[in-house]
């Protein structure tokens, strides 16, 4: 469902873009153009004009995703624009029906301060390119003059969608009963203690399902959706990564040289897999030229590596006697860790999550020997040696070990219930569309907008 507030955005934003693109006054004809009725609902008419604001908000999504519109999907976007804004009328007709647009003084004026704030916001922005014109035409205006360009600007850019400082402010007001009606219908439904259980029962089974067929789809889940059930062998740690800066000149240095030897490796590995492929005409003379360019550039890898992790073990080495020594371990990542994911929720606070099948020789998408060593912990708060990887040196400390099992139903039921009260929301609201529409008289005439958007 497309909401008023959003039409307001796109078309001002889009018209921000178009701003160049615009430069001369809309003519008589297409004031007439525009002006044709498109669609009626319970006689309100629809003008072409008004699909084509519908129309240039979904062209502006479409280019924040780089689509663009063709022949061979306008007629998709013609029918998407006439149904929103029929569906928009539906709805605006069935807030006044219920009274919703009668606004008390309070709700008039929280209306007036947000449309003034907002109005206010769009002027902001016209007034940067206010005083670009003005630089260019080597003027030196008041403040009251770049206001007021501002807003003659503003306005200019609004006429070409058809909208008027008035029409935005009904915006605002057609968003407010809409969201009073949006709030009213989505009152009507509730979720009982019955149906959580029910979604409860079904969340186990599936993630129990899940977990045993990918064990570490675990590690993407347990952050971002709610958990009924948690796999056996997982651990949180946190670690100090020692390493340059990304921008450090001899470290830009040193991984380009790496991931240079890395593509070599791999195409020299690929020759060998060719030469294999030739069955009885395999050069076996040339194989082995080939495995031994892989072994010497191989050994220069290593050898890099080795270089550069010597000149990072004195920092290591301290590092690593503070930690040892009890020192806040937080602080200690502040202070030398490099990996900026220790710095972000939620594992600045309770650590990477990870079990053996989070290494990438498993299938996931951590450093083996990280994964190893971190796994190799016993009890928590203990602590790793130094741990060498392409990375750099890492110190790491168990942090926790993970209970797995079920979670109780008690724990999770307010996140099922909102979950599960969502969803019956959203369905019972497009219910309703749907019946509003089908109560209403709709007449559409897809003809007068056929040309739109194939200029």
Known sequence: MRKYGNKLIAILLAGLMLFFAACSLVSVNEDRDNAQVVAKVNGVEITKGEFRIA???????????????????????????????????????????????????????????????????????????????????GLTPTEQELNA???????????????????????SIDQHVYSKLLEATQAEVSVSDEEVKTAYDTLLAEQKTKYAE????????????????????????KHILIKPDDDDEAYIEYTTKVETLQTEITDLGTQVGELYSAGSDVNQAEIA?????????????????????????????????????????D??????????????????????????????DEGGSMDADFTRASMALVNVGDITELVPTSFGYHIIKLVEKVASGDIPLDNIKEEIREEELADKQSDHWSAKQEEWKAAAQIETFPDLISDVGLA
């Open 55 to 137: 129309f240039d908000e979904i062209i502006y999504y479409y280019s924040m995703f780089g689509m663009q519109i063709t022949q061979d999907n306008v007629a998709g976007v013609h029918t998407a624009a006439l149904d929103s804004i029929v569906l928009d009328e539906v709805i605006k007709q069935k807030g006044k029906e219920l009274g919703y647009d009668q606004l008390t003084a309070e709700e008039q004026t929280q209306i007036d301060t947000d449309f003034d704030d907002l109005w206010q916001s769009y002027l902001d922005s016209y007034k940067s390119q206010a005083e670009l014109d003005a630089a260019d035409a």
């Open 149 to 171: 360009k501002a807003e003659e600007l503003l306005l200019a850019d609004m006429a070409t969608s058809g909208m008027t400082r008035e029409s935005m402010k009904q915006d």
């Open 214 to 237: 990918t064990p570490e789809a675990y590690e993407t889940d347990a952050d971002s959706v709610t958990i009924a059930y948690i796999p056996p062998g997982y651990v949180r740690v």
């Open 289 to 329: 030229a080939l495995d031994a360019q892989i072994v010497a550039k191989r050994a220069e890898e290593a050898a890099l590596r080795a270089d550069f992790l010597a000149s990072l073990k004195p920092q290591a080495d301290e590092a690593l006697a503070k930690a040892k020594a009890g020192e806040d371990f």
């Open 331 to 360: 602080a200690l990542i502040e202070t030398y860790g490099n990996d900026p994911g220790m710095t972000v929720s939620p594992a600045k606070e309770e650590g990477y999550l990870l079990s053996a099948a989070s290494s990438v």
